[in-house]
């Protein structure tokens, strides 16, 4: 997993979600596989050099967006891996160009209008007053080309 900048409450709760997952599945993250990334293309290409240099690389990586995705998919290609028969790889955020990738990208998709809105919503209550709890919206899997299922649960 590539996490995002460790003072980012949108990466520190990705990480949460991501583990939250796995633990569903009955599978645990271990902490040698987060490394932590700004939320930047070259972010996501530091972070894959680390990832990706050691003896046992992982069938699959998960980032915090889409940008960081970008950089393990040149990571990827600098190393000869292929998208995603030898390494899946899913981004999030849902950013208009990793449609258009050579390998489109799976990613995970928040509801941007809802969550304008409902953060709208919430700052007129407060300025009128009243209090507001925290939200949690759900959020949507787009699958495409650059994942798969997985030969192996190496983690």
Not at 3 to 9: E, I, L, N, T
């Amino acid at each position: 997993m590539i996490a995002g900048p460790d003072h980012a409450s949108t990466s520190r709760e990705r990480v949460a979600g991501f583990r939250d997952a796995l633990a569903e599945a009955g599978l645990e993250l271990p902490p040698n596989r987060i490394v932590a990334s700004e939320f930047e293309v070259q972010g996501g290409v530091d972070a894959a050099a680390t990832l990706l240099s050691g003896n046992t690389r992982p069938d699959a990586v998960f980032t915090v967006s889409d940008t960081i995705a970008i950089g393990v998919l040149g990571v990827a290609r600098d190393l000869g891996l292929s998208i995603p028969d030898d390494l899946a790889l899913v981004g999030y955020n849902d950013i208009p160009v990793v449609s258009q990738l050579p390998v489109p990208l799976t990613t995970v998709r928040s509801p941007a209008r809802k969550i304008g809105a409902t953060g709208l919503e919430h700052l007129l209550a407060l300025i009128s007053g009243k209090s507001v709890e925290s939200v949690k919206l759900p959020v949507e899997l787009i699958a495409r080309a650059s994942t798969r299922k997985p030969a192996s649960h190496k983690l």
